[in-house]
C-alpha cells in the first residue's frame, strides 16, 4: 500500500521536502518489509516542522504519535 501523496504546495519549500523526503522513505520501508526507519527522517521532519509556529502543534502530535507506540 503505497502512500502516492505529495506535500501541499502551500507549504514552505522545506517543509514539503521534509515530508515528502518522509513519505518516499515510508514506502521503502513498506516496498522492503523492513523493521524501522532510520531516526534521521523523523528528526529532520521534526526540525523543520519545529522552525515554524503555525506548525508547532502538529510536531507536537507527532512526538506524542510516536511516544504512543513505543508503549
Known amino acids: 500500500m503505497s502512500i502516492d501523496k505529495k506535500a ?8 514539503q521536502d521534509a ?3 518522509f513519505i518516499t522513505q515510508t514506502n521503502i520501508i513498506e516496498e522492503y518489509d523492513l523493521d524501522y526507519m532510520p531516526t534521521e527522517y523523523t528528526v529532520n521532519l ?3 516542522l519545529g522552525k515554524y509556529p503555525e506548525f ?5 502530535e507527532l512526538i506524542d504519535i510516536l511516544n504512543n507506540d513505543k508503549n
Not at 8 to 15: N, T, Y
Not at 56 to 60: C, D, G, R, T
Open 56 to 60: 508547532i502543534n502538529v510536531a507536537f
Open 46 to 48: 521534526l526540525k523543520t
Open 8 to 15: 501541499s504546495k502551500f507549504l514552505p519549500q522545506d517543509v
Open 19 to 21: 515530508i515528502n523526503t
